[in-house]
């Protein structure tokens, strides 16, 4: 049991934060909770006041969490997890101030340990610096990273055989890619801009640029929508018609924020993240951000050529015919077919 607790404490290195107040100053109105230093934990009751210290008389008091109406007291269900905003309509007479309130919202439960069984071991290009991977049609889709060297392939997984490659450009560096609707998007690093191809020919159609986000990391999709990482907490939800970042959920854990989400693939109503340089895997529920597992990974490290530019575990690909996760990492020489279960 200790050292389960120690993985889940090292693959995960979670930052717990106190929200600061953002409360308007107009009239000295300010929002305070019960909950001690703003942070609230799923299923639990958030018990909300006006701190009035000019004894203003007030008529109303209506608020919200996120654009949602709540009553002073009110159960934390269904909500996103991080740091949400609280909003108090504050009318006064015939005036109306609006007073503003962080808090920040854990998971009620602790992340599973999940365990691994390899099933297949294939050929990987050594030379790749994987950033993106997933199947489509029984066939492996990758992306790799660094500038000069970044490309967009189709892989033959069982012989390791490039079967479709093209580069992106020298002033590029590839990060993930997912396909949806024969298109594939394909993300770069510190350039702001990802790329739209033809899944058939590997055409380049369009372009789109990140707005909200800093860079570009990993991204995955649930057939519908599309779910991005920026190397932080984050995880942004891009519209599927403008690729516009609409939303974004925060991943959390009973913790605190865990940071570096990279690689995504969406697996059976859930998301697939490594965390970057920790040789695992965490286990997001899209729907409110929680880690619901984690994988260790790190033992697979050892099983692929040892030479000087071996790097860190990174790739994803779940395939649907045979059921099974598929893991890489940056410049390894094997693919690994392995059967996730819990410990």
């Not at 009110?74 to 808090?103: C, H, M, P, R, Y």
């Not at 479709?164 to 450009?169: A, C, F, M, S, V």
């Not at 057939?223 to 920026?230: A, E, V, Y």
């Not at 990174?314 to 819990?342: C, H, M, Q, S």
Request: hydrophobic letters at 35%; one cysteine or more; a negative charge.
């Amino acid at each position: 049991m200790h050292s389960i607790k120690a993985f889940i404490i090292t693959i995960l290195s979670v930052t717990i934060i106190s929200c600061g107040n953002s409360n308007s100053q107009k009239s000295n109105l300010s929002i305070t909770t019960d909950a001690k230093n703003n942070v609230a934990t799923l299923g639990e009751t958030v018990k909300l006041t006006i701190k009035n210290p000019k004894g203003i008389d007030i008529s109303s008091v209506n608020y919200t969490l996120n654009g949602e109406p709540v009553d002073a007291s009110f159960k934390l269900d269904d909500e996103l997890l991080g740091v949400q905003t609280i909003i108090a309509t504050v009318k006064t007479g015939d005036a109306s101030e609006e007073i503003k309130k962080n808090i920040t919202i854990l998971n009620n439960q602790s992340p599973k340990v999940y365990g691994y069984k390899i099933i297949n071991e294939y050929p990987h290009d050594i030379t790749s610096y994987t950033q993106g991977l997933e199947f489509h049609n029984g066939e492996l889709y990758e992306s790799t990273g660094q500038y000069g060297e970044s490309k967009l392939r189709k892989v033959d997984y069982k012989t390791g055989e490039i079967l479709k490659n093209i580069t992106i450009g020298n002033q590029y560096f590839g990060e993930g890619l997912t396909i949806m609707n024969d298109n594939i998007y394909q993300l770069t690093w510190q350039e702001n801009i990802g790329f739209v191809y033809d899944m058939n020919t590997f055409e380049k159609k369009s372009s789109f640029t990140y707005g909200k986000s800093k860079e570009g990391w990993g991204i995955c999709n649930d057939g519908t929508n599309i779910f991005k990482s920026d190397g932080t907490e984050q995880i942004w939800l891009l519209n599927p018609e403008t690729l516009v970042e609409d939303s974004k959920l925060q991943v959390y854990t009973n913790k605190g924020k865990i940071i570096g989400m990279n690689e995504l693939e969406y697996v059976n109503g859930k998301i697939y993240a490594n965390r970057y340089q920790k040789n695992g895997v965490a286990i997001i529920n899209p729907k409110n951000g929680a880690i619901e597992g984690v994988i260790d990974f790190s033992p697979l490290h050892n099983l692929v050529t040892q030479h000087a530019g071996l790097d860190v575990l990174n790739g994803i690909a779940y395939n649907p015919e045979t059921k099974t996760l598929f893991v890489t990492g940056k410049r390894w020489d094997k693919l690994f077919e392995v059967e996730v279960f819990e410990k």
